[in-house]
């Protein structure tokens, strides 16, 4: 059983590129979430989504984009990469409270 | 203001000690609290929920006091591979499971 897969686990991007954060899982949860974890910050919520077809902003959601065209998929996309978005990336899908985190993605920005 | 404050310590704690710590929350309509336990350099993983009658899991006690707005994680007899960051974590039930608040974590490190 997978259950959360994200994709790639490191990437360096130069500033201004674009990227996508793959994210599925195959537990055919309605929730799921992107955050992202930096020193002494804890987790803050991006983007998240209650079900295919449906997402929301969190806290932090400029200069990012999401879709959830299907249950199993939510990717995030970078529009255009600033040093301030260098951080761990954390993908995670949620039922009746707890969530399943995917193993992250460290993404720095130079 | 966080929406959810941990001391960030570390705990040093001596191995088969006791170590308790505490997390506040400032929503008053958060519905479910859990403890989630994340190592060095990986995801975060559901240690346990926080029940209002308080709950116990082996040697880890959960507790919650509603009236001041805390959730508390006590480690009893603790062993060397506790040693973790712990994450309070809350949820207000808006916008589902998918929005949990998370604060920034507690490291614990026990000591042989």
């Known amino acids: 059983n997978a259950g959360v897969t994200q994709t790639p686990k490191f990437q360096v991007l130069k500033t201004g590129q674009s990227m996508t954060l793959q994210c599925a899982q195959d537990m055919n949860h309605e929730y799921m979430s992107w955050y992202r974890q930096d020193p002494g910050m804890g987790l803050r919520l991006i983007h998240y989504?209650?079900?295919?077809?449906?997402?929301d902003q969190g806290e932090v959601p400029n200069g990012y984009n999401v879709s959830r065209s299907t249950t199993e998929d939510f990717p995030l996309r970078l529009l255009s990469a600033a040093p301030s978005q260098t951080s761990v990336y954390f993908c995670?899908?949620?039922?009746?409270?707890?969530?399943?985190f995917g193993q992250g993605t460290r993404l720095t920005v130079v | 203001r966080k929406e959810v404050e941990q001391d960030p310590g570390p705990f040093n704690v001596p191995e088969g000690a006791t170590v308790a710590f505490n997390c506040t929350y400032s929503?008053?309509?958060?519905?479910?609290f859990f403890w989630y336990r994340q190592d060095c350099r990986k995801e975060p993983k559901l240690l346990m929920s926080?029940?209002?009658s308080g709950n116990e899991d082996g040697r880890f006690t959960a507790q919650l006091n509603r009236a001041s707005q805390y959730i508390s994680l006590l480690i009893r007899d603790s062993k060397l591979s506790d040693s973790a960051t712990y994450l309070c974590v809350v949820n207000t039930g808006l916008g589902g499971w998918g929005k949990l608040q998370f604060g920034a974590g507690t490291q614990v490190v026990v000591t042989p």
């Open positions: 989504s209650v079900g295919a077809g449906i997402t």
């Open positions: 929503n008053s309509a958060s519905q479910s």
């Open positions: 995670a899908s949620s039922y009746s409270g707890e969530a399943f």
């Open positions: 926080v029940y209002s």
